[in-house]
């Protein structure tokens, strides 16, 4: 402290989030820009984002891990489809093989990042510590890599009766570590990621488990390990390898979204030919596994080796879908009439979206509301100088689109140290372009969250195409002097027009 002030700690570049992304973030900065200085803040006391804050039971990736994993750091086990504590290992060993660790600093929590175009700089406000205590770092170029849950808490609907309920109600983001769920009657409310993971987890756990879903959602069934890739890492070099095992995934995973689009009839025999496949003969497909969308309008789910299919053959594990009426005493009230018994009920209702981990930003003074902005080439907003933030693909691996976001953003760093420029920014007019959802899915959890959520446009490059191919060429060899990201070696002020969008 100087004068009661607190000493502000500046760096060139800022990443927020130590989890997959921002660990990503920092190996492609020291490898592309070793002459720029990098932080990491993270606001929980370990590493690893969704791998550490998620606990429950059977948490693992939805995505190969050729895919998920980094194209830097081969993966080796032997499981493409790896559970989270593998996962969190993983992220572990990569910061600390590349010195990434040493750059993380732990239990910062960014409330606000106000940007100053006189000076050229981000000032970020910080909870440091279990203290709380305000501490400020600054940079050049602030980069939010913490995605897009809120790691506080996930969405649970307002179930009538809930406070009637005598049992344990539980939400897979909070799971309580020592809950035993053997030999009790659990009912899993959802039908998304979360929720056929944890049915055959807690099945084989010996629970008797109900999977009580609204309506159904299209589930593919891949084996846990892959038999090409075992191969190719029998007889080639691990980076050879890891590389052509990554590249036929990305394809296949690009090969299923284009059928399910173009072919969605097709697409949809062959989800119910896979679930018929695993379940006894007779059983009600048209109810539990035929959803009433197209195939990847909503998220796809994955299935590992069947498990769920084969949990609910087995008889350890059932599914009804039936609207929820209100919670009882002792279970669940569906609209039927019919009561589902229920010792423990896990609301596995989805997900809270929060971009930039809820803080606060501004330019100028001026607030800025992410949601009344546009996404230049899904990583900038509109706008807002030396400013990205990080997602993935949904309908493909995180990771894919999250190292070409942090390779295109050393690429912006280099061409302005080379050109002498000290900032950027994405110009839009917003008069001139009709917002459209950001990812452009239906999913509840999506859809809560529009108003927030920055916007895509009509067309490229305000277009999030959701095609790894296409974003290859886009951001790794696209032009950076394209017309719409202006440099300046001098900044110059915002004004906010009436819409709240910095112009």
């Not at 002459?35 to 998620?54: C, H, K, P, Q």
């Not at 953003?409 to 007019?429: T, W």
Request: glycine share 8%; net charge positive.
């Amino acid at each position: 402290m100087e004068g009661g002030v607190a000493t502000i700690e500046h760096v060139d570049v800022l990443i927020v989030g130590a989890g997959l992304s921002g660990i990503g973030a920092g190996y492609r900065l020291q490898s592309m820009c070793p002459d720029r200085r990098y932080l990491i803040l993270e606001g929980r006391s370990e590493i690893g984002g969704t791998w550490d804050l998620f606990r429950y039971p059977g948490i693992r990736s939805d995505s190969d891990m050729f895919t998920l994993g980094y194209p830097f750091r081969p993966w080796k086990d032997a499981k493409a489809i790896a559970d989270g504590a593998s996962i969190l290992r993983y992220l572990k060993d990569t910061a600390r093989e590349f010195g990434i660790d040493r750059h993380i600093r732990l239990q910062q929590r960014v409330c606000a990042a106000a940007y100053s175009s006189a000076d050229g700089r981000w000032t970020l406000e910080v909870e440091s510590g279990p203290e709380k205590t305000l501490r400020r770092y600054s940079c050049d170029f602030l980069y939010i890599c913490s995605g897009y849950y809120d790691y506080a808490q996930g969405y649970t609907p307002d179930f009538p009766g809930r406070d009637q309920f005598q049992g344990l109600l539980v939400h897979p983001q909070q799971w309580p570590q020592e809950l035993d769920c053997r030999g009790k009657r659990v009912v899993v409310i959802g039908s998304g990621a979360t929720a056929v993971t944890l049915v055959p987890s807690l099945a084989a756990q010996g629970a008797q488990v109900t999977m009580l879903q609204r309506s159904p959602t299209y589930i593919a069934d891949l084996p846990s390990t892959d038999s090409l890739a075992d191969l190719l890492r029998r007889w080639l070099p691990e980076r050879l390898a890891h590389r052509l095992a990554r590249w036929k995934n990305v394809l296949l995973s690009l090969g299923i979204y284009q059928l399910c689009r173009r072919a969605p009839r097709l697409a949809r025999k062959l989800f119910r030919w896979t679930a018929a496949r695993h379940l006894p003969q007779g059983y009600d497909l048209d109810t539990h596994f035929n959803p009433r969308y197209e195939p990847w309008d909503q998220r796809l789910c994955l299935v590992p080796d069947a498990d769920l299919f084969k949990s609910i053959a087995s008889g350890q594990a059932d599914v009804v879908t039936e609207q929820i009426d209100h919670l009882s005493a002792h279970g669940i009230r569906l609209r039927s009439g019919r009561e589902l018994p229920a010792d423990i009920v896990v609301t596995a209702t989805g997900l809270q979206l929060q971009l930039c981990g809820g803080m606060r930003i501004s330019v100028d003074g001026h607030a800025v509301d992410a949601g009344a902005h546009f996404a230049y080439k899904g990583l900038m907003l509109s706008n807002v100088p030396n400013f990205a933030f990080c997602i993935g693909y949904v309908n493909a691996s995180w990771t894919l689109r999250a190292d070409l976001s942090s390779r295109f953003v050393c690429r912006l760093l280099r061409h302005m140290r080379r050109k002498g420029y000290r900032q950027c920014v994405p110009r839009a007019d917003h008069a001139q372009l009709e917002p459209q959802p950001l990812l452009g899915l239906n999913s509840g959890y999506f859809t809560r969250a529009y108003d927030f959520l920055p916007k895509q446009g009509p067309h490229k490059p305000w277009r999030v195409p959701q095609n790894y191919l296409l974003d290859i060429k886009a951001m790794s060899f696209g032009r950076l002097d394209d017309g719409v990201l202006q440099f300046s070696r001098e900044g110059a002020p915002h004004s906010v027009p009436a819409d709240g969008a910095i112009a």
